[in-house]
RNA sequence: GGCCCGUUCGUCUAGGGGUUAGGACGUAUCCCUUUCACGGAUAAAACACGGGUUCGAUUCCCGUACGGGCUACCA
């Protein structure tokens, strides 16, 4: 495909360990994953925790759990180590300071004393002055405490005297800014809009800008490939690019459609999840603060292909008709040129049907797991043989292999209660009639095949001048309970005959107390 | 409010100056089925609006509307 970067590219998926990973996030390292895979190149796990207030213990775990269950393992990262580590920003605090100042010398940068009450002040004034975006800027910076208007004896001796200070971007007054993406094509600003962005914080922590375009330059990142919510940012990480001297080996940027709330309006967010019933995190995480539990993709009984594949098509298309790709193919198939423009509404019910689709064709052989927790849940042992037929007899019939157990009961545990309303209506003298010669017929049977038992069974049936179909609810009525479930005849094949006979002779006993008249 | 990005069926999307605007999910109906599903078939369902450009715009341009993002010493 003419259209695929060809040389192999080195990109990074770069979150921040302050929860559990957002199903966007998880699509942002896919595309990330999927164009490293094509291009034979390099996806690597950054983790920018530069913000100690936000940090989450347990959160970078998560990450590379999430990642790992997905199947979309990084090469370099925290975790594998790789020649431009360290891997996590904290680490990396000593590597900032000499960006700054080759910043700060070049006249590109400068220190801010002011204090958080100084600025609200300063915003609070603008917008009293009828400003309509109250920035620290060319205009407002002549007021502030800040190395540009501070006489430099001032400044010299507050930083020794170890005042609290930021070094923030001197953005030029006039410049027009722009920068080509991938996905959008050109974009334009104008610097005059932007302000000037904090990249040294006072606790001696680069802000995400400033450790962002350095680790990308620094670990040779040749793309870029985060979500649109970083668009805003982009004239100003480009502005850092050219006053550092690096717009020639600067990354390609690709801008990420954000993944929308399913009804309403805004981001997909945790809340959404909460109230629409399902889960927009990869994996059950534990706030360790408060110790609710938010359900994963993997705990509702998602299998990790068919997130990855309905994940690679929120937002992308390889532009033919095949719906169903596998990770190989997906890497094969991939290209940020088709991915779109527009924000995309989060659909559980097509997740639901991706889910549906590899649970079938996946082996039963491997879904025996799911059923086996189950089991032992509720005490019952089976063998591996008994676990795989099962599975085969229900895996159609479900959409999650957490449903099995449910659809499953019936063939592990005889009817406890009957459906009263059925079993008024469809039992009979007749049935009763049909179930005591089938159970005849089951007599002195070690086992039976389904086709015999449906053999049997019709045989029974005719003895007693009816059609099968006939007595077939009353029967399922009889053996399970209930009015829908698996395959009759594979079900009494799985029961055995000699249950199956106790369970006919327990209907019986139910009808004879409990229904009104037999007749 | 300001800046930026976006807008084809309810949803995900294909397409692209002249098409019966295609597919998938979901929905409905039918078939298959001695249940429920699965599977198969059919149906309803879209180019936001207004101006241009053009012989001709859903497609190109400009506005408007609407939606979204950002607007911190958070990422």
Same mark, same amino acid.
């Given at each position: 495909?003419?259209?695929?970067?060809?040389?192999?590219?080195?990109?990074?998926?770069?979150?921040?360990?302050?929860?559990?990973?957002?199903?966007?996030?998880?699509?942002?390292?896919?595309?990330?994953?999927?164009?490293?895979?094509?291009?034979?190149?390099?996806?690597?796990?950054?983790?920018?925790?530069?913000?100690?207030?936000?940090?989450?213990?347990?959160?970078?775990?998560?990450?590379?759990?999430?990642?790992?269950?997905?199947?979309?393992?990084?090469?370099?990262?925290?975790?594998?180590?790789?020649?431009?580590?360290?891997?996590?920003?904290?680490?990396?605090?000593?590597?900032?300071?000499?960006?700054?100042?080759?910043?700060?010398?070049?006249?590109?940068?400068?220190?801010?004393?002011?204090?958080?009450?100084?600025?609200?002040?300063?915003?609070?004034?603008?917008?009293?002055?009828?400003?309509?975006?109250?920035?620290?800027?060319?205009?407002?910076?002549?007021?502030?405490?800040?190395?540009?208007?501070?006489?430099?004896?001032?400044?010299?001796?507050?930083?020794?005297?170890?005042?609290?200070?930021?070094?923030?971007?001197?953005?030029?007054?006039?410049?027009?800014?722009?920068?080509?993406?991938?996905?959008?094509?050109?974009?334009?600003?104008?610097?005059?809009?932007?302000?000037?962005?904090?990249?040294?914080?006072?606790?001696?922590?680069?802000?995400?800008?400033?450790?962002?375009?350095?680790?990308?330059?620094?670990?040779?990142?040749?793309?870029?490939?985060?979500?649109?919510?970083?668009?805003?940012?982009?004239?100003?990480?480009?502005?850092?690019?050219?006053?550092?001297?690096?717009?020639?080996?600067?990354?390609?940027?690709?801008?990420?459609?954000?993944?929308?709330?399913?009804?309403?309006?805004?981001?997909?967010?945790?809340?959404?999840?909460?109230?629409?019933?399902?889960?927009?995190?990869?994996?059950?995480?534990?706030?360790?603060?408060?110790?609710?539990?938010?359900?994963?993709?993997?705990?509702?009984?998602?299998?990790?292909?068919?997130?990855?594949?309905?994940?690679?098509?929120?937002?992308?298309?390889?532009?033919?008709?095949?719906?169903?790709?596998?990770?190989?193919?997906?890497?094969?198939?991939?290209?940020?040129?088709?991915?779109?423009?527009?924000?995309?509404?989060?659909?559980?019910?097509?997740?639901?049907?991706?889910?549906?689709?590899?649970?079938?064709?996946?082996?039963?052989?491997?879904?025996?797991?799911?059923?086996?927790?189950?089991?032992?849940?509720?005490?019952?042992?089976?063998?591996?043989?008994?676990?795989?037929?099962?599975?085969?007899?229900?895996?159609?019939?479900?959409?999650?292999?957490?449903?099995?157990?449910?659809?499953?009961?019936?063939?592990?545990?005889?009817?406890?209660?009957?459906?009263?309303?059925?079993?008024?209506? =469809?039992?009979?003298?007749?049935?009763?009639?049909? %179930?005591? !010669? *089938?159970?005849?017929?089951? @007599?002195?049977?070690?086992? /039976? +095949?389904?086709?015999?038992?449906?053999?049997?069974?019709?045989?029974?049936?005719?003895?007693?001048?009816?059609?099968?179909?006939?007595?077939?609810?009353?029967?399922?009525?009889?053996?399970?309970? =209930?009015?829908?479930?698996?395959?009759?005849?594979? %079900?009494? !094949? *799985?029961?055995?005959?000699? @249950?199956?006979?106790?369970? /006919? +002779?327990?209907?019986?006993?139910?009808?004879?107390?409990?229904?009104?008249?037999?007749?």
């Amino acid at each position: 495909m003419s259209d695929h970067a060809t040389a192999p590219v080195r990109v990074r998926f770069a979150p921040s360990p302050t929860g559990a990973l957002h199903i966007g996030g998880v699509r942002t390292a896919l595309y990330n994953y999927l164009l490293a895979r094509q291009t034979g190149g390099t996806f690597i796990l950054r983790i920018e925790d530069t913000d100690q207030n936000r940090f989450v213990p347990g959160a970078e775990e998560y990450i590379y759990e999430a990642l790992d269950w997905c199947g979309i393992p990084p090469d370099e990262g925290v975790r594998e180590g790789g020649p431009y580590g360290p891997y996590r920003q904290s680490e990396r605090k000593h590597l900032y300071g000499a960006y700054a100042q080759q910043l700060l010398d070049s006249g590109h940068a400068y220190y801010a004393f002011d204090t958080a009450e100084e600025l609200e002040e300063m915003r609070e004034r603008l917008t009293k002055e009828g400003v309509p975006n109250p920035q620290y800027n060319y205009v407002t910076r002549m007021y502030m405490k800040n190395s540009l208007v501070l006489p430099e004896t001032e400044v010299k001796e507050r930083l020794e005297r170890g005042d609290a200070y930021v070094i923030r971007l001197k953005i030029p007054r006039k410049e027009e800014i722009k920068f080509h993406d991938l996905i959008r094509g050109w974009v334009v600003f104008q610097s005059a809009n932007l302000d000037d962005k904090v990249l040294m914080k006072s606790d001696g922590m680069p802000t995400y800008h400033l450790a962002n375009v350095v680790d990308d330059y620094l670990m040779k990142i040749t793309h870029v490939i985060r979500g649109e919510e970083w668009l805003p940012s982009a004239p100003l990480h480009y502005l850092l690019y050219k006053c550092l001297g690096w717009l020639d080996v600067m990354p390609k940027f690709a801008h990420l459609p954000l993944i929308l709330k399913p009804d309403g309006n805004g981001k997909l967010s945790k809340r959404d999840g909460d109230k629409l019933g399902f889960a927009v995190f990869p994996l059950a995480f534990t706030d360790p603060e408060t110790g609710s539990v938010t359900s994963g993709f993997r705990e509702s009984g998602y299998l990790s292909e068919a997130l990855i594949n309905f994940l690679a098509f929120l937002g992308w298309n390889p532009g033919t008709q095949q719906e169903l790709f596998s990770l190989e193919e997906l890497v094969q198939a991939f290209s940020v040129e088709r991915i779109g423009k527009s924000g995309v509404k989060f659909d559980i019910a097509k997740a639901r049907w991706y889910n549906q689709q590899y649970l079938h064709q996946r082996a039963s052989e491997d879904l025996v797991q799911f059923l086996e927790q189950d089991l032992v849940r509720h005490g019952i042992s089976a063998t591996q043989a008994q676990m795989v037929e099962a599975i085969e007899i229900v895996k159609e019939k479900v959409n999650f292999p957490t449903d099995f157990w449910a659809e499953a009961e019936v063939l592990f545990i005889a009817p406890r209660h009957f459906d009263q309303a059925l079993m008024e209506q =469809k039992w009979s003298a007749e049935l009763e009639v049909v %179930l005591a !010669s *089938f159970k005849t017929a089951l @007599q002195g049977l070690e086992t /039976i +095949d389904a086709t015999t038992a449906q053999q049997l069974f019709g045989a029974s049936a005719e003895g007693a001048g009816l059609k099968p179909g006939k007595v077939a609810l009353g029967t399922r009525l009889a053996l399970t309970g =209930k009015g829908a479930g698996p395959d009759l005849w594979r %079900l009494i !094949s *799985f029961v055995g005959p000699a @249950q199956v006979a106790k369970r /006919i +002779d327990h209907a019986l006993e139910w009808a004879k107390a409990r229904l009104p008249r037999v007749g």
